[in-house]
């Protein structure tokens, strides 16, 4: 196998696992109940996928200007997904959105004698 021939399958691979995480994050964008949870879904196809597609990419193209302008995207995805995703989770708290959260019952009650007065 020549050095090319493997590039290309390493990086068709982990374009290929991006892709994955791309469809998983789309899937729970669809399934989770509230902004929140679906805001992690969109966050995981922001840095995972798109981070592994692009990846991939960068290794089938080689050291060129193609893979220096991924680079660049990479970063722009990596610092601007999650300050984008903190925005929306900060101006829905602001609307009065709430977050579904479910009592654990399973958690220790908290005693009395640790109250403060």
Do not use: Q, Y
């Not at 050095?3 to 899937?27: D, K, N, P, Q, S």
């Not at 080689?62 to 929306?88: N, Y």
Request: neutral net charge; glycine residues 12%.
């Amino acid at each position: 196998m020549t050095l090319e021939l493997i590039r290309f399958w390493v990086g068709g691979g982990l374009a290929v696992i991006g892709a994955l995480f791309t469809v998983v994050g789309a899937l729970g964008l669809l399934r989770m109940p509230d902004v929140f949870s679906r805001l992690h879904a969109a966050s995981v196809i922001d840095t995972a996928g798109a981070g592994l597609i692009f990846v991939g990419l960068i290794i089938i193209e080689g050291f060129t200007l193609v893979s220096v302008k991924l680079v660049f995207l990479i970063l722009m995805f990596g610092l601007l997904g999650p300050v984008a995703a903190h925005a929306v989770a900060r101006a829905a708290l602001r609307a009065g959105v709430k977050p579904l959260v479910e009592k654990d019952d399973t958690a220790p009650a908290e005693e009395a004698s640790s109250s403060k007065p």
